[in-house]
């Protein structure tokens, strides 16, 4: 069975500042990873993904990802935030057939 | 309209009634599944369907219904609804391919059971 492990439930960052959010997960079969992002009041949009090949991805709104097989981490990272990616992330992976989530971290930034 | 649609958005109902959520998706994609978010649990996977009458339970089926009769449409009904059945749904589909494996999401269901 697969499992998500989001470490952190809060994330505070001042804007412009580098921020990374953490993001282990665990399963006995390979899998395919993602970051999602939620917006006050609506649905999950995919940031970026994790299917093969190289462990760097590149996503949406300048954030990126590492895919670390030894550590089974896949955590997302930003070299400067603006205030608008106060938001909720979601990091989840897929098996067989199932896609199953962390219990998120909320971003905020502040001026 | 192409994507995913959720119906109602917002519900609220009285304990021990049955309530279906509605979920319609024009992707034709195989998988659809349904989550309940809540404060401090996240998504949680309450049932999933590979294929049209196929379904199988996730984390939180108890109290929950499910059928899959067209590729489309994968309803959740709440057999007989419990305050703590209180909380935002999230149906979501996704295709079989290798490079179509992210779910879509819809908007949600916010429900609340008085």
């Known amino acids: 069975a697969q499992s998500v492990t989001q470490l952190d439930s809060q994330v505070p960052v001042f804007e412009e500042a580098p921020v990374e959010l953490r993001c282990n997960y665990s399963?006995?079969?390979?899998?395919?990873l993602f970051w999602y992002v939620q917006y006050p009041n609506q649905g999950l949009q995919l940031l970026l993904k994790?299917?093969?090949?190289?462990?760097l991805v590149k996503g949406i709104n300048g954030f990126e990802a590492e895919f670390n097989k030894s550590q089974t981490s896949f955590h997302l990272r930003k070299p400067s935030v603006h205030i608008s990616d106060t938001a909720e992330y979601f990091c989840?992976?897929?098996?067989?057939?199932?896609?199953?989530f962390g219990t998120g971290t909320r971003l905020l930034v502040s001026p | 309209d192409a994507g995913i649609t959720q119906s109602p958005r917002y519900k609220i109902t009285e304990t021990g009634r049955q309530v279906t959520l509605m979920c319609h998706q024009t992707?034709?994609?195989?998988?659809m599944f349904w989550y309940r978010q809540d404060l401090g649990h996240g998504l949680r996977l309450i049932y999933y369907?590979?294929?049209?009458?196929?379904?199988d339970k996730g984390e939180v089926p108890d109290g929950y219904v499910v059928s899959r009769s067209k590729t489309e449409n994968f309803p959740l009904t709440l057999e007989s609804a419990t305050r703590s059945q209180t909380s935002v749904y999230f149906c979501?589909?996704?295709?079989?391919?290798?490079?179509?494996?992210?779910?879509?999401f819809g908007q949600g269901t916010r429900l609340t059971v008085v």
């Open positions: 979501a589909s996704s295709d079989r391919g290798l490079t179509n494996t992210e779910a879509f």
């Open positions: 399963s006995s079969v390979s899998v395919y």
């Open positions: 994790y299917l093969s090949g190289s462990t």
């Open positions: 989840a992976v897929k098996g067989f057939q199932k896609l199953v």
């Open positions: 992707w034709s994609h195989s998988y």
């Open positions: 369907s590979a294929a049209a009458d196929i379904t």
